[in-house]
């Protein structure tokens, strides 16, 4: 049995013919600069490769299924085993998507509750119980008060079920019966239309139509009798006066209110199923409903004012509406719209049932006074608008003023009144799945039940806490499996896909892993790292792109890449053991690790209390934020910090954020709870610089998203052979006819798709992929045409356009942000979430700006070298030095102990956090003996002390 995986040759991307031995079963760490080719030799070589090979054993049935994968370009790799990636993708933006979904716990939690669960009226609160046959006829007698009432007795035998069902309908025929009721019309059963093979039907026979007498007392009992032998105990009863239907069972009826349940299946507990989703919502557990805090425009001006937007009510109407009856409830139109109590708002905005006289006006000689309807309100007179109007651009328009809101009907459980009327130990599937992970996994290992409930739901116990206890273990336990999936970080959906991994228990696998210590506080980074080892251990290989320390140091291997990024790296500069590469190694990385270079700021720290301006957040309670009260003082350049789940992101972006978006753009998400936001007046913009893609499609490009490409057309449009030939800077565009070739659009390539193979992009055979027709091409600059200038990488690009201050302004930017390396046509895709990051700061750099913003990053050093830390904390420096505030959630110690102030939260996560610990500087951090994040500090002062710089 081969010993190692041996690579040899491999030239994919920047990779310079790598050949490189990795010992099996052990883990590896790949590290190096950002865009040195780590990802490249670790993903797209060795992972692509061992995917590869295991589908290509797998039948050619199977693979048709499964697509094909394009060999890397490698010489040869041996001793490879199946592999399995874990990276950093983003969650699912599916809003079905959740926790409990994407882990499937959901699907065991269906399953307990179909099986064990016991359903209570969702009226009364009372068990369910079963019917008999004189029960139900003395419910039909008790429900119908006046007697002679016409009912049509049902048996329902098909609900919401697709096909065609002739032998259903051949064996009602037989059975002697005449009519049966379709998808709720009554047709004669020789008469009755041949059904959709591929639509859901509802079919029920019809049994009987009776008078509701006395006299009928026993023909009622002997049609009830033969519903419920071909229904399985079901029986509809329809009142053909009042168009009421009554289920009654004889399974499952509760008997005060006679709500009937059908027998309980695990689609009633999805909300992806039309049978078990909430009717309301659809199963999303909210609803978009127009949001006051959106109509109302400006809660300072007087009410005709601050509601001109979207409704007027000035000498209109509905002016004269508000203006009559806000005289009695206290207030007029000049009144300021802060000043109204609770009930005078709720008066203006969801109206009162009292018409309103007008002004008399004189019709046939004669004065009279007309009164028009009762005032409906603002946001009730929306609604009404929103579902009448039949323009699709008047619906486009209101929903500017709507947010989404949990849905009244089931309180965002998205189940309809029976799932959740289903118990287990008193608690719905919704109360389930809305514990914190830690919680539900100490309810069902402490969970008391019946002998017998214990014979049927001991499996389904053991798959759900196995799973719980994978995702408590690696740092997951403040999630809830109600959670959108959505909503998580990559390095959370990163570790979920890792739990799962460990639950399943394979061994011989290839796992290669992106850095999995993102979003991870250096406490809960300990757990993933004893976690990768018990993956080892099974008898796995691991390799982890990562520029962590903890993880290099408890690694067995490592890999180091480089020298430099780009054109200048791909080169293996180190490969062996873990205490050869800290003795040994002189590359870059050792040099930081080793202390010979240290991350640092230039400038000094300059901070004290109290603040000259700062934003204070009041009274933040969202999540589990307990009524926080924090200043982030303007500037400076600031970290909130604290362990995962502590609360960090809640009050940074889903409360301060989006309160500052709304604020400045009128964004339509709601903020988080809070009482108020002092000190919004000192700012004029916030900015997010988050490490999304600059771009959705191979056109984007860091040229023209930094806006570098306007000035090289322009400088095209001015060379002389451009003005001989009448070119205008529209012709040195890619995106619109003229200038580019029509034979690829402009994109240099050709996708081909294939059938049963992945599609295949091909070079342009017209443009030999320079995106831009022969004519075009003859203009040159420097003897480069448009074409070469978007193959030059940003250093390469400084030297030829360093003489025009414009160009050469934005590409030193990208130089000091590290970002040398890239092509300034390179597509947007390509580019990893820190470069897209760094593309987005050199952009905001080049700007001028006015001193009064804020920037808002969310673990800007994801993906980072130590040097390329330095770097971002140069940039960070430079918009701070501006007058700017730089608001950051970090848990990387060399960016947070450089901070002129941080705020810490925790003490732990989930429930348990939501609290400020400290604020101050990281020497008051340190002081903080409750803080996680000062003890790691302290002990990474020891370990890395400052040096002068």
Excluded at 310 to 326: C, E, H, P, W, Y
Excluded at 866 to 881: G, M, P, S, Y
Aim: hydrophobic content about 35%; proline content about 3%; glycine content about 8%.
């Amino acid at each position: 049995m081969q010993t190692h995986i041996k690579v040899k040759g491999a030239a994919v991307h920047n990779l310079k013919n790598v050949d490189v031995e990795l010992p099996r079963d052990k883990l590896i760490v790949f590290t190096g600069l950002s865009g040195s080719g780590k990802s490249s030799l670790a993903f797209d070589t060795i992972y692509a490769e061992g995917q590869r090979r295991y589908l290509e054993s797998l039948s050619s049935y199977a693979r048709q299924f499964l697509g094909k994968l394009d060999k890397p370009n490698v010489e040869k790799i041996e001793g490879l085993s199946p592999s399995i990636s874990i990276d950093q993708k983003q969650a699912s933006h599916n809003p079905r998507s959740t926790v409990g979904t994407t882990t499937e716990i959901y699907d065991y939690l269906r399953l307990l509750f179909s099986s064990i669960g016991i359903p209570e009226c969702f009226s009364c609160g009372k068990p369910i119980q079963r019917m008999s046959i004189q029960e139900m006829v003395s419910a039909v007698l008790n429900q119908t008060s006046n007697l002679n009432k016409s009912l049509t007795i049902l048996s329902p035998l098909l609900k919401d079920k697709k096909g065609e069902h002739e032998q259903v309908i051949a064996m009602v025929q037989k059975e002697g019966f005449s009519r049966i009721r379709l998808n709720g019309d009554i047709c004669r059963i020789d008469e009755a239309p041949k059904l959709a093979k591929n639509k859901k039907h509802t079919l029920e026979i019809v049994v009987d139509r009776v008078t509701c007498n006395d006299d009928n007392k026993s023909r009622l009992f002997e049609s009830i009798e033969t519903a419920t032998r071909f229904s399985k105990g079901l029986v509809l009863v329809k009142n053909e006066d009042t168009d009421k239907e009554m289920l009654l069972s004889e399974g499952m009826t509760c008997p005060t209110c006679f709500v009937a349940f059908e027998e309980l299946s695990h689609r009633l507990f999805s909300f992806n199923s039309p049978i078990g989703a909430c009717q309301s919502c659809n199963g999303l557990g909210e609803n978009l409903d127009f949001d006051p805090d959106l109509v109302i425009e400006n809660k300072l001006t007087s009410i005709k004012y601050c509601t001109a937007k979207i409704m007027n009510l000035d000498q209109t109407i509905f002016g004269r509406q508000v203006k009559a009856l806000g005289l009695k409830e206290g207030f007029d139109l000049n009144t300021p719209f802060y000043e109204l109590t609770d009930r005078q708002r709720n008066f203006l905005l969801y109206g009162k049932k009292e018409s309103v006289p007008q002004n008399p006006f004189i019709r046939g000689g004669m004065a009279s006074i007309y009164k028009t309807r009762p005032w409906e309100g603002i946001i009730t007179n929306l609604r009404r608008r929103y579902f009448q109007t039949q323009s699709e651009g008047m619906r486009f328009y209101f929903r500017h003023y709507m947010s989404a809101f949990s849905c009244p009907a089931c309180n965002g459980g998205r189940l309809n009144s029976f799932g959740l009327a289903v118990k287990v130990k008193d608690l719905s599937i919704a109360q389930v799945t809305s514990m914190s992970i830690e919680k539900l996994l100490k309810f069902f290992e402490t969970i008391d039940l019946t002998e017998t409930e214990l014979v049927v739901s001991d499996q389904i116990l053991k798959e759900i806490c196995s799973r719980l206890s994978f995702l408590n273990y690696v740092g997951l336990n403040y999630l809830s499996l109600s959670r959108k999936a959505s909503t998580l970080s990559g390095g959370e959906f990163q570790r979920i896909r890792l739990a799962t991994q460990i639950g399943a228990g394979l061994t011989g696998v290839l796992y290669v892993l992106d850095e999995p210590s993102i979003g991870l506080h250096q406490r809960d980074n300990e757990r993933l790292i004893h976690m990768l080892k018990k993956l080892r251990d099974l008898g796995n290989t691991i390799i982890v792109v990562e520029h962590d320390e903890d993880m290099m140091r408890t690694s067995d291997f490592i890999v180091d890449i480089g020298p430099a990024a780009g054109k200048a790296g791909g080169h293996i500069v180190f490969s062996g053991e873990a205490d050869e590469f800290f003795s040994k190694s002189d590359t870059l990385t050792a040099k930081y690790l080793n202390n010979e270079e240290v991350i640092q700021r230039v400038r000094q720290r300059n901070i004290s209390e109290p603040f000259e301006t700062c934003l204070t957040v009041v009274g933040a309670a969202e999540n589990n934020l307990k009524n926080v009260e924090v200043s982030f003082p303007l500037g400076k350049f600031v970290c909130v910090t604290g362990v995962s789940g502590s609360g960090k992101s809640t009050l940074v972006n889903h409360v301060l954020l989006k309160h500052l978006k709304r604020h400045f753009y009128q964004n339509k998400e709601r903020p988080g709870k809070f009482v108020r936001i002092d000190g919004v007046e000192h700012i004029d913009k916030v900015i997010v610089i988050d490490q999304s893609a600059i771009g959705r499609t191979p056109r984007s490009n860091p040229a023209t998203y930094t806006g570098l490409f306007t000035p090289i057309r322009d400088l095209f449009s001015q060379t002389n052979e451009a003005k001989i030939r009448g070119y205008k800077p529209g012709r040195f565009s890619f995106n619109v006819k003229g200038g580019r070739c029509e034979g690829c659009q402009g994109d240099g390539v050709v996708k081909i798709e294939m059938h049963f193979l992945s599609d295949v992009y091909v070079g342009c055979d017209v443009c030999k992929g320079k995106r831009y027709n022969e004519e075009t091409l003859q203009v040159t600059f420097k003897g480069l045409t448009i074409s070469d200038v978007l193959k030059l990488s940003v250093n390469d690009a400084f030297r030829v356009f360093e003489n025009i201050p414009s160009m050469r302004n934005k590409l030193q930017i990208l130089k000091d942000v590290g970002l040398g390396y890239i092509h300034l046509g390179q597509n947007a895709t390509t580019l990893s979430g820190g470069e897209a990051q760094r593309v987005k700061l050199a952009k905001e750099l080049s700007k001028i700006g006015t001193g009064k913003t804020v920037y808002m990053l969310d673990e800007p050093t994801t993906g980072l070298h130590f040097a390329d830390i330095q770097k971002l904390l140069d940039v960070l420096d430079r918009l701070v030095d501006k007058g700017n505030t730089v608001i950051v959630i970090e848990h990387n110690l060399d960016l947070i102990r450089n901070a002129d102030w941080i705020i810490d939260l925790g003490p732990e996560g989930g429930e348990k956090g939501g609290r400020v610990l400290v604020t101050g500087t990281p020497e008051d951090v340190v002081n903080c003996k409750k803080s996680y994040t000062g003890q790691f500090l302290k002990k990474h002062e020891k370990l890395h002390p400052l040096t002068s710089k």
